[in-house]
């Protein structure tokens, strides 16, 4: 470890928590139907695709009709991409000839973009033509990841509002969200993309001659637009196979650090949001320093384990860290920062491969996705799931004095808890039953191209990845077979919706509650007590996904012997 890396890594977490306050106030303005710099041009635009959908927008839903609304503009996702990518042989912009892509393959894929997880069992440059990657995955990039920061939203209006049946309209709030929040600064975004040297193009892969005189095609394409928007809206799909590693989608060191800030800032700027709406920004702050202190141990760890290397590396006189697997052009701190970052949120977008880290290095990305990525997380799922763990610690708290739990003038009782604790145990659940039977069904052993510990450890990362709705994966695991395109949708599906679903009940059930004012018994949830009380509670239920996972091996070849499976 150097002392120029920490400089980065403070840098990093210092920027990320100045822009969080003043995007915090836009997007509460935003979201309140407030006006904003861009209402003079954006209003017009906005009222018509009102008109044009038949919205009110002054009529607000129910948290039940406000999930369905939801569910369903997902399912006209999914048709969107899973159409695209059987029938782009005969559709249009596809200079490089592609033909239909499997069924399975499709359907994963499909799954894997409206949940936000963008999980890639191809690679995109050799399957995928120009308007899908465009018309199908980047237009879902957007919606995906709209449909996270609203869902946050409405969550944080269960919390604010009082003796109230609404919880917001959705189509409003995803309208707004899209024209208000997204798609101006992804303008903004892929220009300096450009800039820096991104592709961005319709034109056809170019052709290129190496210097042994052979042939090669030079894949390009619509790059910076699907790069802005899928590191904002923490989707992380590549338009290439390599993803952020590959030299057209992060091109220089500077590119490379804006993308990592893109991934945070929206997720952090929901908390001054949270504070704001509840109307004391202190409990924003609060939440942003329980996710800041389990990122910054997370990065400490992973950087001390690259930065060391390992005793083989030394032995074959290889020193100064774990090269393995990252770009000489970012480096150790550059690529142990962004494993972590993409992990802690819901991105996925890789610059290094994270199978090729140290042991203590790939655990840490690991354990971000086991915990529910939480830790700022996916833009809104973050959010929503840190207020889900903040529930629960709330009821500890109240447990240990002995009266009912409260937050923000809310009386937490036996619904949101047990609300909570059912979206908590989607994880465990989907992640731990599919590893157990992928390391012991004979199809799914045979893609695994390593044996013993390694191996499983592909299998539950892409299990962990999946359901956590994050998307990168361990490499040496071939995903693209029909058991691992359904159980993975499976596994994307449940972690995204039914985690949503609870998530929405208990935002209806808050605002339906009167406040209720402070008391001398009221546990103060804006210092330092209550910190450290949260943080103790996600690494304690996050136990249930990662210590059953690492106690699992010994079952497992014990099973693998018995199925007289090698493994």
Known sequence: MTA?????????????????????????????????????VLRPVEGAIYRIGGVDERREQHWLTYAVAMLLFHVGGFLIIYGLMRLQAFLPFNPAGQGAVAADLSFNT???????????????????????QMVGLTHQNFLSAA?????????????????????????????????????????VYTLFLVWQGMPQTLGPYVEATTLEGARQDIAVGPVASQVAIKMLGTNGGGFFNANASH?????????????????????????????????????????????????????????????GGTSILSGLGLTGGNMEGKEVRFGIVAS??????????????????????????????????????????????????????????????????GRTPEYVGKKIEAREVKMAMLA?????????????????????????????????????YAY????????SAFAGLTGNIFFYNVTGAIAMFVGRFLMIVPAMAIAGSLAEKKSVPASAGTLPTTGGLFVGLVVGVILILGGLTFFPALALGPVVEHLAMNANTVF
Do not use: K
Request: proline share 3%; hydrophobic share 55%; net charge neutral.
């Open 4 to 40: 120029i890396g920490w400089v980065q890594i403070v840098l990093y977490c210092v920027i990320v928590a100045a822009l969080a306050r003043p995007l915090g106030w836009y997007m509460t303005r935003v979201f309140n139907g407030e006006s904003t710099f861009l209402s003079a």
């Open 110 to 132: 499909a799954i894997s973009f409206i949940t936000n997880t963008n999980w890639q069992n191809y690679g995109g440059e050799s399957t995928l033509s120009y308007l899908t």
């Open 147 to 187: 449909t996270g920061i609203v869902l946050a939203v409405a969550l944080i209006r269960g919390f604010a509002r009082s003796s109230m049946r609404t919880v917001g309209n959705f189509w409003v709030d995803v309208t707004r969200c899209t024209l208000y929040v997204l798609l101006p600064i992804c303008i």
């Open 247 to 307: 030299p057209f989608e992060n091109p220089t060191a500077l590119s490379n650090f804006v993308q990592m800030l893109s991934i945070f800032t929206l997720g952090a700027a929901l908390t001054n949001v949270f504070g704001r709406m509840v109307g004391n920004e202190r409990q924003g702050w609060a939440i942003l320093a329980v996710m800041g202190v389990l990122f910054v141990a997370g990065v400490a760890v992973a950087y001390w384990a690259e930065a």
């Open 336 to 401: 142990a920062l962004f494993a972590v970052i993409t992990t802690a949120a819901s991105c996925g977008a890789v610059n290094s491969m994270h199978d090729s880290f140290t042991a203590l290095g790939g655990m840490i990305p690991l354990i971000n996705m086991q915990l529910g990525e939480i830790i700022v997380g996916g833009v809104g799922a973050g959010m929503y799931g840190m207020l889900l763990f903040v529930v629960l610690a709330i009821f500890v708290a109240g447990l240990m004095v």
């Open 424 to 460: 908590i145990l989607i994880l465990p659940l989907m992640i731990l039953g599919f590893t157990a039977i992928a390391v012991v069904y004979p199809t799914a052993v045979a893609s695994t191209a390593n044996v013993g510990p390694h191996g499983f450890s592909e299998v539950l």
């Open 464 to 471: 962990s990845s999946q359901t956590a709705n994050n998307g």
